[in-house]
Structure formats: structure tokens, C-alpha cells
């Protein structure tokens, strides 16, 4: 099975900047695509950002580019998202996934194969 573990998300005050990490003990994430989506309560799940295996490429949803960077720590096996200026918005989880299959970068949840429990976010003052 499969086990993805997100953490770093929290309160932060807008402006503000918060570090997500997503790990896992059961493969080696750099021969995987990442992708990381976020969902507010009654919202559908939205694509932040994507990187193929070996950090072949990079992808952004519109409203973070410039402000998110996703990047891989193959020493510690990990995938961050480093994300700046954050925005007020509704609390949301944060969630990583992996997908197996393609070479291209997706920004959409159906292509993925597995994903973490999430962590929260909450951009208030």
C-alpha cells in the first residue's frame, strides 16, 4: 500500500510563507510524478502543482505561480511546496499525490494513483 505523509501546513497570516513536505518510506520519489491539489469544504479539489520523476518539469495553477515552488530532496525522499505571499483564503487541506504512469506533468487529480491524508492550511489574520 501505497503511503504518502504531508506535513508544515498551519496558521499563517497572510503575507506569510508555510513549507509543505510530502514523504513517504515505500518508494523512491524521484522516479515518480508528484502532484499537489488543495480542497476547502465544499469545493472541489484544485491542482497547485505538479513535477515529473527526476524534476524533468514543472507546472502551476494560474493563481500561485510566482508565489509556489515545488521541488524534490531526493536525500531526504521528499517533495515540497514552498509557498510565499500567501493569500487570506478558507481553510484548506493540502494534499500530495503520486502517479505512476506518463511522462508529462498533470494538473489533474483523476491521472493520480494514490494520495496522502492531507495537512491543513489556514491563511487568517
Known sequence: QVQLVESGGGL???????????????????YANIGWFRQAPGKEREAISCITRNAGSTDYAD???????????????A??????????DAPAVYY??????GAACSMSASDYNAW??????????
Open 12 to 30: 499563517v497570516q497572510p503575507g506569510g510563507s508555510l513549507r509543505l513536505s510530502c514523504e513517504t518510506a515505500i518508494f523512491t520519489m524521484k
Open 63 to 77: 493563481s500561485v505561480k510566482d508565489r509556489f515552488t515545488i521541488a524534490g530532496d531526493n536525500a531526504k525522499n
Open 79 to 88: 517533495v515540497y511546496l514552498q509557498m510565499n505571499s500567501l493569500k487570506p
Open 96 to 101: 500530495c499525490a503520486v502517479r505512476w504512469d
Open 116 to 125: 496522502g491524508r492531507g495537512t491543513q492550511v489556514t491563511v487568517s489574520t
